[in-house]
């Protein structure tokens, strides 16, 4: 069975500095890996996704994330945060026959200092 | 396309009480999962639904059940409410749950038990 650990509950950056949150994957092949956003009251917002290729992804709002197989992680990256990323932002791992079936990391919550 | 919707966004029940939520995917998407979202548990997923059968279930008691309909729509029942379901219920729909499939997230239910 696939699991996602996500170290940190909770960080505050201050506006305009870089972020970056770490997710580690357990999971016996190469699995699909999310991110995903998630504001106070709301659902969940994909970020950006890896099946396979190109270690580095992109997504929207300026993110992006890096595969590294031999370290386990997906860690997500920004170069410069705004006040409207605080949010919580999971992490999620999928596998090819169950797509329909994501494990979740328990989150981590941005705060954005002025 | 419309997105993902569930009815109703909030609810309040009481303990011992049963409790019905809709899921309306996105049109031709054929899998439904649902997921139960608390401080505690963070993000569990409960089952999923494809062509009108439970292909994938999570850990949850009996008292959670689901159905899907031909139109893809899908419903969750709990029965016998509990103070612990208090929750966001969220459900996701992906075209067939297989492959290099993205889920998407609808606002989810709110669900209070007094």
């Known amino acids: 069975a696939q699991s996602v650990t996500q170290p940190d509950i909770h960080i505050t950056v201050s506006e305009g500095a870089s972020l970056e949150l770490r997710c580690n994957y357990s999971y016996g092949a190469t699995p699909y890996l999310f991110w995903y956003v998630q504001s106070p009251g709301q659902g969940l917002q994909l970020l950006l996704k890896y099946f396979s290729g190109d270690t580095l992804v992109q997504g929207i709002k300026g993110f992006e994330a890096e595969f590294k197989r031999s370290q386990s992680s997906f860690n997500l990256r920004k170069p410069s945060v705004h006040w409207s990323d605080a949010a919580e932002y999971f992490c999620?791992?999928?596998?090819?026959?169950?797509?329909?079936?994501?494990?979740f990391g328990d989150g981590t919550t941005l705060t954005v200092k002025p | 396309k419309a997105g993902v919707t569930q009815t109703p966004r909030y609810l309040i029940k009481t303990r011992g009480q049963q409790v019905t939520l809709s899921c309306s995917p996105i049109?031709?998407?054929?899998?439904v999962s649902w997921y139960q979202q608390t401080p505690g548990q963070g993000l569990q997923f409960l089952f999923e639904y494809f062509s009108e059968t439970q292909r994938n279930k999570g850990n949850f008691p009996g008292r959670f059940s689901g159905r899907q309909f031909s139109n893809s729509r899908s419903e969750m029942n709990v029965s016998t409410l509990e103070l612990g379901d208090s929750a966001l219920y969220l459900c996701?729909?992906?075209?067939?749950?297989?492959?290099?499939?993205?889920?998407?997230f609808g606002p989810g239910t709110r669900l209070l038990v007094l």
């Open positions: 999620a791992v999928g596998t090819p026959t169950n797509a329909g079936k994501s494990t």
């Open positions: 996701a729909s992906s075209p067939s749950g297989q492959g290099r499939e993205t889920q998407y």
């Open positions: 049109s031709g998407h054929r899998s």
